[in-house]
């Protein structure tokens, strides 16, 4: 069993039990925080191990931010130091001259655009004039090209009428009783009259193989071409009174001219000017925002570094209440002292003294670790521990075996300690168990 079981096992048979549940609620009374709870506080020495490890693993952490060794007086006012950028270095642009340069270059590109629309509109009329004007001096050619096409549509229907009139009366008849001409007409002979036969003789000429239907195809295309010219002479008319209103040309003075001359240079050199300033700026700001994360940056190392101060001296603190000759591990010191009280009334035999059990050692004879006593000695420590546990969980029973590893001179005092217990009634009953040579004899008395 190893120095902690015992430890444990000795806990258990104390009347006040230090069990986790007590070493948990000391430490939340003491104000620990509750990740020291999670520690194994069933085992206050795996529990110290823990702590320990915890404030390296913490310090570790705290050296890494810092990049310096840890010290509790230099962790408690330890603060990152963000670089400093040199003022002289950076280049700034004076307050509002942006914003300045933005409203200069606006109002200039405005007034060069309206004087420009002043160019612009004088260019439209000039132009404007110029079409009308050239719209206008195509007036007489129309008017000729009218004159011919109304001349050339008269004679063309004029010739399509004479020419409808003699195919009609083309086809002519005899009367069979007075041989006056007849001509047919709608699929009846009519009698021709001395207007038709005046009208033919005046026909005579007429050539009846033009066909007439090319005549009628000429003639609607006339129509079309003098429907056309009249609708733009009377365009004309239209453009000609425009003009007459607005034929004065118009010119941009050569103020004007100059005025955005002069605006274009200053747009141009507002234009550089500002994007130079601009420049600067995006740079400053630039600067600063590295300054900005630099200053954070800091201050995030510098709240992450105390917080692993805090941990270091939570463990650390943690640590020291839980060892030994801590607060809480004191408790269980006093459970062993109390236990060793129980084992003191073995020391009334000779040889049996100085059986104890140390809080660091485990059990001791003779100021000894159990491991290196003899067979002898380990057979007194045993027996001494049997009566102490059968005592304190009030069983009042206890077993001793081999107890055959006494030489005979100290089997007595062993069987006189024992009636001694009996006949305080600190014991019920002792199991004895050995390998004899003989059957033993008991004494008539132990007197």
Not at 334 to 358: A, C
Request: with cysteine.
């Amino acid at each position: 069993m190893s120095v902690d079981d015992q430890r444990r096992a000795i806990n258990d048979l104390m009347p006040m039990k230090i069990s986790d549940v007590v070493v948990a609620q000391e430490l939340t009374n003491r104000g620990f925080d509750k990740a020291v709870l999670k520690l194994d506080l069933s085992n206050l020495e795996h529990a110290v191990e823990q702590a320990k490890e915890f404030a390296k693993q913490s310090r570790a952490a705290w050296q890494t931010i810092t990049g310096e060794t840890y010290g509790s007086k230099k962790a408690e006012n330890w603060q990152a130091v963000a670089p400093q950028l040199e003022a002289a270095a950076i280049e700034t642009v004076p307050a509002g001259r942006i914003e300045h340069l933005q409203q200069d270059l606006e109002k200039a590109i405005s007034e060069k655009a309206q004087l420009q629309a002043q160019i612009d509109s004088a260019a439209e009329h000039n132009r404007r004039t110029s079409q009308l004007q050239a719209k206008v001096q195509g007036a007489p050619a129309l008017n000729r090209q009218l004159k011919q096409y109304e001349k050339e549509l008269a004679e063309n229907s004029e010739k399509i009428a004479n020419l409808e009139f003699v195919l009609e009366h083309n086809q002519q008849f005899a009367c069979p009783c007075c041989q006056n001409p007849l001509f047919l007409q709608n699929g009846e002979l009519v009698e021709a009259t001395d207007e038709v036969i005046a009208k033919l003789a005046g026909h005579q000429n007429i050539d009846t193989s033009v066909n007439v239907n090319d005549l009628r195809g000429r003639a609607n295309y006339l129509n079309r071409e003098i429907g056309s010219i009249k609708a733009q002479l009377a365009n004309l008319d239209e453009a000609k009174a425009e003009l007459d209103k607005n034929i004065a040309p118009r010119h941009a003075g050569q103020e004007v001219i100059d005025a955005i001359e002069r605006l274009a240079h200053h747009i141009i050199s507002t234009r550089t000017e500002l994007e130079r300033l601009q420049g600067i700026q995006r740079e400053a700001n630039t600067q600063q925002g590295k300054q900005q994360q630099a200053e954070a940056h800091a201050k995030q190392a510098t709240y992450n570094a105390m917080q692993y101060h805090k941990a270091i001296e939570m463990w650390t603190s943690a640590a020291d209440i839980l060892s030994p000759s801590g607060d809480i591990g004191k408790l269980l010191s006093k459970s062993v002292n109390d236990f060793n009280d129980v084992l003191s009334d073995t020391e009334i035999m000779d040889g049996w003294t100085g059986i104890k059990f140390d809080y660091d050692n485990g059990l001791m004879f003779d100021n000894r670790p159990y491991h290196l006593l003899s067979e002898s000695e380990k057979w007194r420590v045993d027996t001494a521990v049997s009566y102490a546990f059968s005592k304190l969980s009030n069983w009042r029973i206890f077993a001793i075996d081999r107890f055959d590893v006494l030489d005979l001179p100290s089997r007595l005092p062993v069987m006189k300690w024992l009636h001694g217990l009996a006949e305080r009634q600190a014991v019920d009953t002792v199991i004895m168990a050995g390998t004899m040579k003989e059957q033993p004899k008991a004494p008539a008395t132990f007197s």
